[in-house]
């Protein structure tokens, strides 16, 4: 498993695990991004927020965040 940080752009990987307080997961399920989802990294460049499609829309998260979410990258 790697962070979702760590994911490079054009990279398609599996949501699992994320960690973090309740209000954390709460917020980050909420827009869809779940156990089990697959996504697709579009735009992750340094200092700048992680740009991801999934579930049929294009999510932005901020890095920090984005060291909460472990993924499982597709072959």
């Given at each position: 498993m790697v962070s979702l940080d760590k994911v490079n752009a054009g990279q398609k990987v599996v949501v699992a695990e994320i960690k973090g307080?309740?209000?954390?997961?709460?917020?980050?399920t909420s827009i869809g991004l779940t156990l089990g989802c697959e996504i697709?990294?579009?735009?992750?460049?340094?200092?700048?927020?992680?740009?991801?499609?999934?579930?049929?829309?294009?999510?932005a998260l901020n890095r920090k965040e984005g060291k909460d979410v472990f993924v499982e990258v597709m072959s």
């Open positions: 307080d309740t209000r954390f997961q709460n917020r980050i697709e990294m579009l735009y992750n460049e340094k200092k700048l927020p992680l740009l991801f499609y999934g579930r049929d829309t294009v999510v």
